[in-house]
């Protein structure tokens, strides 16, 4: 089993910067994508960011050139620095930790982190 443990969400600024973090323990596959995706209230869950663990990125048009995405293999935490918060950036985030291997697909959720962004 997969545990993932973010934090690093709180209230902010319009402007501010946050960085989040999220730690994976437990049976990891060594190839995984991690990534972050948010909800806001009455919004679907959408991708911010993921990172591969050989290092790709993609990111969701609305946060291109604001956030960036980075990981530590080594410790098996994914990272998310936020710069130039807007208020629509406020929404619950969670990481996502996911693999393919010889059983199947295996999909990990943490619990989820608040981020404010005041205007």
Request: proline share 2%; net charge neutral.
């Amino acid at each position: 089993q997969v545990q993932l443990v973010e934090s690093g969400g709180g209230l902010v600024q319009a402007g501010g910067s946050l960085r989040l973090s999220c730690a994976a323990s437990g049976s990891i596959f060594s190839r995984n994508n991690m990534g972050w995706y948010r909800q806001a209230p009455g919004n679907q869950r959408e991708l911010v960011a993921i990172i591969t663990s050989g290092g790709s990125t993609n990111y969701a048009d609305s946060v291109k050139g604001r956030f960036t995405i980075s990981r530590d293999n080594g410790k098996n935490t994914v990272y998310l620095q936020m710069n130039s918060l807007l208020p629509e950036d406020t929404a619950v985030y969670s990481c996502n930790l996911n693999y393919d291997n010889y059983f199947g697909r295996h999909d990990y959720w943490g619990q989820g982190t608040q981020v404010t962004v005041s205007s």
